[in-house]
Nanobody, 121 residues
Framework: QVRLVESGGGLVQAGGSLRLSCAASGRTFSSYAMGWFRQPPGMAREFVAAMSASGDSADSVKDRFTISRDNAKNTVYLQMNSLKPEDTAVYYC?????????????????WGQGTQVTVSS
């Protein structure tokens, strides 16, 4: 069993930055891929970024969001810069049971409870 706990969400003005953290427990963190997804109000959950166990990353928000991981701290981060009102969503951390990262929800088995990010204009 893997437990994921997100933190770092909040209210920020457009153009600002936030760093989300996701602390993982319950399994060897370094052995599996991690991802970030978000769910805007009234919309489906969507891929934001992912990082494989070997450190390869992929993201859908070019040049503004960056995923990173600290295996010593069992934590994955999402640095979000130049935030826009359309980035408003609940952000979820997810863990795969594979070393390889993906962009699809079904590729992730464990999910955090989510953290709200609200960007005001």
């Amino acid at each position: 069993q893997v437990r994921l706990v997100e933190s770092g969400g909040g209210l920020v003005q457009a153009g600002g930055s936030l760093r989300l953290s996701c602390a993982a427990s319950g399994r060897t963190f370094s052995s599996y891929a991690m991802g970030w997804f978000r769910q805007p109000p009234g919309m489906a959950r969507e891929f934001v970024a992912a990082m494989s166990a070997s450190g390869d990353s992929a993201d859908s928000v070019k040049d503004r969001f960056t995923i990173s991981r600290d295996n010593a701290k069992n934590t994955v981060y999402l640095q979000m810069n130049s935030l826009k009102p359309e980035d408003t969503a609940v952000y979820y951390c997810a863990a795969s049971r594979s070393r390889n990262s993906g962009r699809l929800l079904y590729e992730y088995y464990y999910w955090g409870q989510g953290t709200q990010v609200t960007v005001s204009s």
